[in-house]
């Protein structure tokens, strides 16, 4: 058994997806192994990802939730990470993640995400919904946490029941915030990644803002588990 493993959902990312591999094999810590859960791509997502050494599983439904719980259930690791095809990862990414794990009453481990492609803004607005409003977030016991960066232990990732799959927006938000009932919540500025501006660079940070703010009002104001639109970028 591998100590983790690194789940990526993957939905038409043959442009995107050997770049994350390429920073994943210079990973200092070496213990883990790669799933790809793939939702039916109709390029070469698969192939490229096979080649560069991933477990590849098949999931037809699609639903970002559904295919890290099927990862998750596959998952051979102590410790899941989870993150994107468009992301990619400092040398000491996993190394660090994997010493906050060292701690037994650790149950989740997240940190910020910056900009791989930043425009004039993007630096301030990931900076702030990323890093600072998660440091200010997490010392009250909420955690602002991000999708392309996030790690849970296996068995307390699979007793709180993984990701709500009736979300497709915010998953990777509630589930970290139901999990602090199994464990301790750790939010780490230095295990931050690089990932993509182009969900924002194509609907624009108002409408974006507008829609996770709504989430968030639905989910734990409201109380209800229902998905959202959500337009898959590429």
């Known amino acids: 058994m591998v100590k983790a493993s690194v789940i990526i959902p ?15 094999s210079h990973q200092t810590f070496k213990d883990f192994e790669i799933i790809v859960v793939d939702s039916g791509s109709e ?6 990802a ?29 410790i899941l990470i989870f993150t ?28 910020p995400v910056k900009p791989a492609d930043p425009g004039p803004l993007d630096n301030a607005i990931y900076a702030i919904a ?17 999708g392309s960066n996030q ?4 068995d307390i990732f ?18 970290p915030n139901r999990i602090k ?10 295990v931050w990644v690089l990932t993509s501006t182009r969900r924002y660079r194509r609907e624009g940070y108002i409408r974006t803002t507008m829609k996770y703010a709504a989430a968030y009002w639905n989910i734990y104001v409201k109380k209800i588990r229902q998905p959202m639109e959500y337009v898959r970028i590429r």
Do not use: Q
């Not at 390029?43 to 490229?48: Q, R, V």
């Not at 080649?51 to 051979?76: C, D, Q, T």
């Not at 990323?130 to 991000?146: E, K, M, S, V, W």
């Not at 790690?151 to 296996?154: C, E, K």
């Open 10 to 24: 993957t939905l038409n990312e043959a442009k995107r997806i050997s770049r994350c591999f390429e920073f994943l």
């Open 43 to 48: 390029d070469e997502t698969a192939d490229i």
């Open 50 to 78: 096979r080649s560069m050494g991933a477990r590849i599983l098949y999931e037809p439904r699609l639903g970002v939730s559904v295919a890290k719980n099927f990862g998750a259930a596959e998952a051979r690791g102590e």
């Open 84 to 111: 994107d095809a468009d992301t990619v990862h400092p040398s000491r990414w996993i190394e660090k993640i994997m010493g906050h794990f060292s701690d037994e009453k650790v149950a989740c481990v997240f940190g």
């Open 130 to 146: 990323t890093d600072y409003l998660p440091r200010f977030a997490i010392a009250f016991g909420f955690a602002i946490a991000h």
């Open 151 to 154: 790690a849970f232990r296996r």
């Open 158 to 175: 699979l007793k709180a029941g993984g990701y709500d799959e009736r979300l497709n927006v915010l998953e990777d938000n509630e589930l």
């Open 181 to 190: 009932a199994f464990g301790k919540v750790v939010f780490d500025p230095d």
